[in-house]
DNA sequence: GCCGTCGTATGATGGGCATCATATGACTTC
DNA sequence: GAAGTCATATGATGCCCATCATACGACGGC
């Protein structure tokens, strides 16, 4: 029994792996109950004996998701070095690098545009998540009080996202880095003003 | 000959114009052919006489969205009053009537990552789109030179765009207006702060 | 070492979608 | 007013996908 319950747990988890993978790299629309099962070297048939449906596993790869991605900017921060941890996020994720590479980059800037017509089971998944990650990005944020701190997250987060989405939809590569560049250049300077100067 | 070619071009505005609000509401793959025919008041057969694919369609309809989405910025940003340019286009752009209508709304923040994983010609019509507009509206921000403005405009765009998606994914209404109205409330201070003190 | 249980595979079903060939019907032209 | 042309409609085809019923096969308990 304990071995059949591992190697259950264990394939569930390779599954939601792989999705949250392929998801952001294609669209939830993107990629089917096949393709995905055998990227996880399954067959499509056992798919069900996991998940009640596409929805389901669509709630639990991204939430999955969103711990990776909260994963890299926590990395990037506490490796700041004698730069701001702001600076160091800006950095990592407004990055050719990060643009190139969606499958394994942040779900917001990815698939928050989606999320946003799923139904209300994985939009609740979704908030938790942000809920949760949000919390604990704010403590880097330069604001006297948690609240100040945690709007500032909003005002950055929101801003790298939209910043990489609309880099990654830019056809021309010259325009495209310039977009990640300007936008990073912008964030730094209005952090150090904010941090500079403290609430009026 | 000009009757029918009149009838024509009115047809082919009113299916471009029809998919530019389908599919910034329900997204690109969540809306197809017949459906879309039938909102416009056709059938769904008469459709490969105005397009090549449904891919042409999303082409031209993104260049429309785009087109009406900068529309609403310039008004807001001419109707601004004593309000700067900027703080007029915040309140327009982060706005729970805007988060709640996105069949109406700016296409960047409900299509941007749908329209990064389209063909070519998808993402060369969007760039071209993108540029023209860009140009248009970065004449409203503070910046001393016209490369200042333009990244200013860039910065400003992302940010309200990220967050308009982020408030749409979120279930909570209470979270969803506090995220909108904290992003509104930070770039408002940014960029008061970088129209008093000019470049360094 | 046999049996039952549980995880995975095979195969089938039904629906939705893009696409296209052909029919219809109106308007223009002579 | 007849004939032809052009826009749209009807209907069909084939593909892909989510879902599910059933079959297989391995591993643990006895």
Redesign the pocket.
Known sequence: ?????D??A???DRIVRQAAREFRGKGL?G???????SKA??????????F????ALIEEAATCAAEESIEHLVAAAESAGRRSPVEAMLHYYLHPAHRDNPAEGCVLASLAQEIARQPDVVRKAFTRSLKAHGARLARYMPGDSGEEKLQQFMFLISGMAGALAIARAIAEPTLSNAWLASVRRQYARAFRLMAKKKVP
Chains 1, 2 share one sequence.
């Open positions: 029994m304990s071995h059949h319950s190697r259950k264990e394939t569930h629309q990629i089917g109950i096949a393709d995905l099962m070297g399954l067959t499509h048939g056992g798919f069900y004996a996991h009640g449906g596409k929805d």
